[in-house]
């Protein structure tokens, strides 16, 4: 019986992602990840984040880390879909005229991913990944009150290197 291309039969493999959009002022986003192979259809691994955002004397830092399962849901192009859960964190700095004041809260984080290994050599692919993470804050206390059930949505896009 022969066989087909199938997801990766390499252990481990880390990816660095950036995206700079242009809405009013430049937002620029990072991240990066890791994983593991447990078969040749599913991965189980941690996944690293991060967007930092400074503008108007704002300083905004979000990040997080979870565990991942990643399938190869159509394994002969290459095509897989993620989903995570974990911690994430936020840290604001506001620089008001009175005076600053820094919010830092841990929450639940969650992420829905796609991605696409592009075999470029026999054991190498090169794989663009969309990751949307989610930051559940909950409540945050700030000094004009409490602000309730606080979410964060970060797109994140990335490429990334698969070893086969």
């Known amino acids: 019986m022969a066989r087909g291309p199938a997801g990766p039969s390499g252990i481990a493999g880390v990816a660095f992602g950036t995206n700079r959009t242009n809405c009013g002022s430049p937002v620029r ?21 991060g967007f930092t955002r400074d503008q108007n004397g704002t300083r905004t830092r979000l990040g997080g880390v979870l565990f991942i399962g990643q399938w190869y849901t159509w394994t002969k192009l290459g095509f897989w879909f993620r989903v995570g859960s974990g911690v994430s964190y936020a840290d604001v700095i506001i620089n008001s005229a009175t005076s600053p ?40 206390d700030v000094a004009g009150g409490t602000l309730d059930n606080v979410l964060t949505t970060l797109v994140h896009f990335g490429v990334g290197v698969t070893f086969h």
Not at 112 to 130: E, F, H, N, Q
């Open 29 to 49: 986003r990072n991240g990066s990840g890791g994983f593991i192979k447990v078969s040749r259809y599913v991965m189980l691994g941690g996944d690293t984040y």
């Open 101 to 140: 004041e820094r919010v830092k809260k841990a929450g639940l984080g969650l992420s829905l991913g796609v991605g696409w290994d592009i075999r470029v050599a026999r054991m190498v692919s090169i794989t663009p990944v969309v990751t949307t993470y989610y930051n559940g804050l909950g409540a945050v």
